[in-house]
């Protein structure tokens, strides 16, 4: 008698994915998955059912943004179609997400079968890696290889679409013991040192410099090297910016961080490119947010240089005076160095400026926050994101959500920061400015940090798109607060068409009186309403202490912020055009 253990591809499946160490599934549960579910639960890995897939793919994203390890959404054929919106939203922050099909059978491929789509097209432009699992033995092959397109090089998502015949169907447990890799647990990706005579060469054009800048990018963070660009700041006497709709790299109370390299969230950054000599991006793109390279923003006096850690990354900045190909964290060690090794020169005033901009900056904008409201009793947006985080405490996370929204509450980060707000850490859509991401990505990271507390600032606009992810909250017993910023519509598109079209006659953005709060409290929530601006702190308390997942609806009112008065400007060109 024969000892061979045969197990369904979907067992197979979830044993190839807990040899990479994967500990986290998000999915909403389907037939197609089912062996696959079967599997995840005897290898114990955890499995979150979500009340949507574009749920279960933003939660996979927000997690993995957290951990930085790859996590996994499992959907079936027509919840691929609905996970697509996070895969984009993961391919803008190069997020490795692993996306995995349950798709129509391999044997009837092409026939029309049932819920058959070509999932592997239509997801091929949107992650790294898409491919259909041909063959059910070779179900540790595919994983492998989705796992380390995944996180090497730039990383980003990938997506496996496995045929329900092979879910179903029985295979050896021991295929492909006998081959190459015989080790498949989890390896660390590859990271590439840069080239002596290149380096130098860097490095010579910086010690001339005499104002210098860092910018930091998605790169960084993925390195983890964000510790490093902090201490390269101090030790340098550099100032330090972040590059706009990411993870925050630096503590904003971080003496060298000064804010976003963004003329309109942060105008100071604006002033001090004007004036550099040398400007260093380290794991960014130069793409429509840093102008494509290009003058106005960097001027042509100035020295561009871009360090990525891929080739296919630095490919993306043939804009730059110069490249270089390194590990961020490698060149971050590199510029440590000429400190040690006393080659480093630079004073501290043009550094000392920027703190001085910052704070002048800082004052200028709470005066005209104070300005605008005189007179006036409904909640300014900038008002309510600075009052949120005045209710919270250093080890508790914020998410911020929508287009205002998001644009004031950047602000606000960056003013409390100088204030000393601390915070655990902030989460946000990305590239894409993709609404709807923020009750997902507080729920990440309540399940990372289950001590902290998690607050989510969202727009309306961007709560009714995808605030349903708010029942996994209650479904895991993992308490949330979501502030909604509620001044009655989507005020970044309606303030456009007023500006644009010279009459307050808005088209398709406005909502009625919706009851957040009141709905949070049907589903067994806390919820409270708040329209006085002194009862915003307190509010968000209550609903903190309450220890249930929370609303706390805050009346606002439409306020036109810098970046949407930019890009209606006849005088200032849109990044977006």
């Known amino acids: 008698m024969s000892n061979q253990e045969y197990i369904r591809g979907g067992v197979l499946l979830a044993r190839s994915l807990q040899e990479k160490g994967i500990s986290q599934i998000f999915t909403l549960s389907g037939g197609f998955c089912n062996p696959a579910l079967e599997g995840l639960a005897q290898c114990g890995i955890s499995v979150i059912n979500c009340p949507h897939e574009q749920i279960a793919g933003h939660l996979s994203d927000g997690y993995t943004r957290i951990t930085r390890k790859p996590t996994v959404c499992l959907v079936g054929p027509e919840g691929f179609a609905n996970a697509i919106p996070a895969m984009m939203e993961a391919w803008g922050e190069r997020s490795p997400v692993i996306f995995i099909t349950g798709s129509s059978t391999l044997k009837r491929q092409g026939s029309g079968g049932f819920k058959e789509i070509n999932d592997v097209a239509i997801a091929a432009p949107l992650t790294k890696y898409s491919e259909s699992v041909t063959d059910g033995e070779r179900i540790p092959e595919f994983v492998d290889r989705a796992y380390k397109i995944a996180i090497s090089g730039y990383p980003g998502p990938v997506h496996l679409s496995v045929p329900v015949d092979l879910m179903f169907a029985s295979f050896d447990a021991n295929a492909q013991r006998d081959e190459r890799p015989f080790n498949r647990a989890p390896s660390s990706a590859a990271r590439a040192w840069p080239r002596p005579q290149d380096l130098e060469e860097i490095l010579e054009l910086l010690l001339k410099s005499e104002k210098p800048m860092l910018i930091g990018g998605h790169g960084v963070w993925w390195s983890g090297a964000e510790r490093k660009l902090e201490e390269v700041g101090l030790a340098l006497r550099i100032p330090v910016y972040n590059i706009p709709y990411h993870q925050k790299l630096l503590s904003e109370t971080s003496e060298v961080y000064m804010g976003l390299a963004d003329v309109h969230q942060y105008p100071p950054s604006q002033m001090a490119l004007a004036e550099s000599d040398v400007v260093m991006m380290i794991g960014g793109r130069l793409d429509n ?220 953005t406005d909502f009625r009186d919706i009851p957040f709060h009141t709905m949070c409290e049907g589903l067994g929530g806390y919820g409270e309403l708040v329209e006085d601006p002194d009862e915003i702190v307190p509010a968000v308390r209550r609903a903190l202490s309450s220890g249930l997942t929370a609303c706390v609806n805050v009346r606002t009112r439409g306020v036109i912020s810098p970046i949407v008065a930019a890009v209606t400007s006849r005088r200032d060109k849109a990044s977006i055009e």
């Open 289 to 508: 947010q840093m102008n494509f390279g290009n003058p106005p923003l960097f001027p042509t006096t100035t020295q561009l240089i871009c360090v990525n850690g891929s080739a296919e990354e630095l490919d993306l900045n043939r804009a730059a005076d110069k490249t270089l190909l390194s590990d961020p964290g490698a060149f971050l060690d590199a510029l440590a160095q000429l400190k040690v090794e006393k080659r480093w020169n630079l004073g501290s005033g043009w550094f000392d400026a920027q703190r001085v901009r910052r704070g002048e900056w800082v004052e200028e904008t709470l005066a005209a926050m104070h300005k605008e409201n005189e007179g006036k009793s409904a909640v300014h947006p900038l008002q309510l994101a600075l009052a949120v985080q005045n209710a919270m405490e250093p080890e508790d996370w914020l998410v911020i959500d929508g287009g205002n929204t998001h644009f004031w509450s950047e602000i606000a980060i960056n003013i409390a920061g100088w204030g000393g707000q601390q915070l655990a850490g902030i989460l946000h859509p990305g590239a894409f400015s993709m609404l709807g991401v923020g009750v997902s990505f507080a729920l990440a990271a309540k399940l990372n940090h289950p001590t902290a507390n998690t607050v989510v600032i969202s727009g309306d606009g961007a709560f009714l798109s995808g605030g349903l992810g708010i029942e996994a909250a209650f479904q895991e017993k993992a308490p949330i607060v979501v502030v909604i910023d509620n001044n009655g519509g989507l005020t970044t598109i309606s303030q456009q068409q007023e500006r644009l079209f010279g009459h307050d006659r808005h088209v398709a």
